[in-house]
């Protein structure tokens, strides 16, 4: 790290024996990386590029993409860590997997060494950027033609073909089980997908940019952390970390990322972790729960906080309805939310009671005086890192401004 100019300044001082005698105690002294960090001060960030150094960018559901490099023990190591998080699930190496994640690049148009890769671990990689009726009915013959044993992806993906498949009456062949990863889990979710692809859920989490850093055992007790590969910190305010058990950042520091490191990154999501160990007898930490993302959160007039998740559970799950077949939740204002959707043909999507349930369910949320408006759409355009966003905040959050 003496090489890299960002960490300079803060590794003098630390010497090489004072890491090996208190390693956490070392890694607290360092400054969390924020994703602005990366934005504004790459090159100051990364060491020489050796072989088989990619440039990447995320594509995450923020509005703010940002580029960053992989090497290819960074890369080795996410492939370990997927396949270890695959194991606990029970899923055997060459095992069907089919992937419903928002890739940019078209399946039939992956590079041709991708598509050996998949072929070989018998992967199909589907993109869920346009969930239109065509695609969904398509990947539903994909996913009936063999047995799946893994079906992996983000939850509303899974949400939004189930609705697909109900509302057309297709039947959808269960997976041996289910993977979930890109977006908070809530318990409902879980529960909902189990039910409607009959095959037991198991909850990852990580980013574009770490990689996966934790992921469940049979036993759903919360999130094993990769420890070979990555170290997780949930943190305060000021930096260092809560207690087990109490809510805070989650920071994550990739153990293999040579040509640019991530040093206690922001996840951009908060989280706990564990207070008992799991009880599969496996030592790895645990991450109980992750709360949600915390970058786009929307701002209360009181000065609170409350996750886009909470949204999404409204409309995605408790007002969801086959009339709408997209949505999305923008804070236009401390005291403003505006409600947009596409309605299904023919259709003028929900209806004067699902209005007024939403209104209301969105008020407890962010306070009586908040005004809910809906807004029906021909389409709904994805951010500019290519995902769908489902609820974006138009005010500052985090810093009040008054
Ligand atoms: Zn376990």
């Not at 920071?251 to 207070?275: I, K, N, Q």
């Not at 007002?319 to 959707?341: A, C, L, W």
């Amino acid at each position: 790290m003496t090489r890299i100019p960002y960490y300079i300044d803060c590794m003098s001082g630390l010497s090489l024996n004072a890491i090996r005698d208190d390693p956490l105690g070392s890694l607290a002294r360092f400054p969390i990386l924020e994703r602005e960090d990366v934005r504004d001060r790459l090159d100051d960030l990364v060491c020489e590029m050796g072989r088989g150094t990619i440039k990447d960018h995320t594509s995450g559901s923020t509005n703010m993409p940002v580029d960053f490099y992989r090497d290819k023990h960074s890369v080795s190591a996410s492939l370990a860590t997927t396949q270890l998080g695959l194991d606990w699930a029970g899923v055997e190496r060459g095992e069907r997997r089919v992937l419903l994640w928002g890739t940019p690049v078209d399946p039939n148009e992956r590079p041709f060494l991708n598509r050996v890769v998949d072929s070989l671990h018998d992967r199909v990689v589907l993109d869920t950027n346009l969930l239109n009726d065509e695609r969904m009915y398509k990947y539903i013959e994909i996913i009936n033609a063999r047995p799946v044993v893994s079906l992996e992806g983000y939850p509303a993906a899974f949400d939004q073909l189930a609705r697909y498949a109900r509302r057309e009456g297709l039947a959808i062949t269960p997976p041996r089980v289910i993977v979930t990863a890109g977006f908070t889990l809530f318990d409902h979710m879980r529960t909902q997908i189990t039910e409607d692809f009959g095959a037991p859920v198991f909850d990852h989490y990580g980013n574009r940019e770490v990689g996966r850093v934790s992921g469940e055992c049979d036993r759903h007790e919360g999130m094993h952390v990769f420890g070979e590969t990555t170290i997780v910190e949930v943190v305060g305010e000021d930096g260092r970390p809560v207690p087990d058990g109490e809510i805070g950042d989650i920071v994550a520091t990739h153990l293999w990322s040579y040509t640019m490191p991530f040093t206690r990154y922001r996840m951009g999501d908060r989280g706990e972790m564990g207070t008992e160990p799991c009880s599969c007898g496996r030592v790895y930490p645990l991450l109980a729960r992750v709360h949600g993302r915390s970058g786009e959160s929307f701002l209360r007039e009181d000065g609170a906080l409350v996750i886009p998740d909470v949204f999404l559970h409204i409309l995605g799950w408790e007002f969801s309805t086959p009339e709408v077949r997209k949505f999305q939740i923008v804070q236009e204002d401390v005291d403003r939310i505006r409600v947009r959707f596409v309605p299904e043909p023919g259709s003028d999507g929900y209806s004067p009671e699902e209005r007024e349930g939403i209104t209301a369910s969105v008020r407890e949320q962010m306070g009586s005086p908040c005004e809910v408006d809906f807004v029906a759409e021909d389409d709904i355009e994805p951010a500019p890192s290519g995902k769908y966003v489902f609820a974006a905040s138009k005010v500052a959050a985090g810093t009040p401004h008054w």
